[in-house]
């Protein structure tokens, strides 16, 4: 959404923070004209369809940031899940309304960690406000580190609603906090018996996490989702450039093929920095191609 956004409409987004265009009309349109997008690619798809509220950044320490107030937070958070929701029609695919909660840090370093505790007791407002706002289930994308994502899990358990979690990795597969893939959903399951609906890897390319993956292991099976970068390039890379690199859509395509013998329990296919509607429109033909 956030790249989007910023390279091909132009829009500033202080902090990556696309919430912040819930504040007034024009930017609620401009949301629902991104998502109208991927409505449409779903409907000539004939698939259902999961969309993430723009309440990534939409936490205590980012909305601080941006001025927000704790109750300004809640207020976006709810108004993120209603204007996702308005989007479903009886003529239309079937919507997921997931509500997205992001990093307190920074999403592609692991310098600043918390417990499992002190995760649950700082995302357990946001996860609540999105599961009583009518959201179906919450997504914490782009974790670097396993304790972080087990405090959502946690949150989401006493709120009553399902959590995915997504972990992103570096160019060797493994988390920014240098934990192995594997470790960091097992440790994630262990610290919460489980509860985790699946789990997912965002913000990397296909390249980066193809060998982290052993078929046929356990630990896979748990991997429910895929939402891969456009761009092959570091994350380090990727901060540092002040231009979009959005990659060859069909050759992402093709990645994702290759992956799905690995990936039996992948049902949520999308993308992540660099990706739109092209993208997950090839994705969607890759990995369907390898079935």
Known sequence: ????????????????????????????????DYYASYVDLARELGVGLLLDT??????????????????????????????VQELRSDDGPPIVVSGCVGPRGDGYQASSRMTTAEATAYHAPQVETLASSGADMVSVLTMTY???????????????????????????????????????????????????????????????????IGAGEPW????????ANASAKSHAELDESDSLDDGDPAELGAHYGELRPSLPRVTVIGGCCGTDHRHIGEMYRGWSAAS
């Open 1 to 32: 959404m956030e790249t989007t956004l910023i390279f091909h409409h132009g829009v500033d987004l202080p902090h990556f923070a696309s919430f912040d265009l819930l504040k007034d009309e024009a930017g609620r349109q401009l949301l629902r």
């Open 54 to 83: 723009p309440t990534w950044r939409a936490n205590r320490d980012w909305g601080a940031k941006l001025g927000y107030s704790e109750e300004a937070l809640e207020r976006v958070n709810r108004d993120g899940v209603q204007l």
């Open 220 to 227: 896979v099976d748990r991997i429910g989702g895929l939402r």
């Open 146 to 212: 396993a304790e972080e994502p087990a405090g959502v899990v946690h949150a989401g358990v006493a709120a009553g609603i399902p959590v995915a979690v997504s972990f992103t990795v570096e160019t060797d597969g493994r988390l920014p906090s240098g934990q192995p893939l594997r470790d960091a959903v097992e440790q994630v399951d262990a610290e919460t018996e489980g509860a985790a609906a699946y789990f997912m890897i965002n913000c990397a390319h296909p390249t980066h996490f193809a060998d982290a």
